[in-house]
């Protein structure tokens, strides 16, 4: 299984971003995607999660409200739209995918990565 993600850059305060991360290599529909990140001197932490059929979501309090987890399963593509950012929200951030079907927020349970695409949120 590969996972690309893109869409990453510099944003304002306030401003908004897509993420997309484009599975291939056989993904499986039972899989949970993923999305975390990473700040620089701290520990990878979780940011959403949902799956490919009935898109049950999850997300971490601290992007509840503001981030919004999505599918396109015709493109195999899993999309994190960010909006009312702010510059606590720069990271580095990655896309998962894990193989079984329970929902985790732990970097430990997802078993492909993504490269990371980098968010900054400056004025």
């Known amino acids: 299984v590969q996972l690309q993600a893109s869409g990453g850059g510099l944003v304002q305060p306030g401003g908004s971003l897509r993420l997309s991360c484009a599975a291939s290599?056989?993904?499986?529909?039972?899989?949970?995607m993923g999305w975390f990140r990473q700040a620089p001197g701290k520990e990878r932490e979780f940011v959403a999660a949902g799956d490919w059929r009935g898109f049950s979501s999850y997300y971490a309090e601290s992007v509840r409200g503001r981030f919004t987890i999505s599918r396109d399963n015709a493109k195999n593509t899993v999309y994190l739209q960010m909006n009312s950012l702010k510059p606590e929200d720069t990271a580095v951030y990655y896309c998962?995918?894990?193989?079984?079907?329970?929902?985790?927020?732990?970097?430990?349970?997802?078993?492909?990565w993504g490269q990371g695409t980098q968010v900054t949120v400056s004025s």
């Open positions: 290599g056989g993904t499986s529909r039972s899989y949970i």
């Open positions: 998962a995918a894990k193989s079984s079907a329970h929902y985790s927020d732990s970097v430990g349970q997802y078993d492909y």
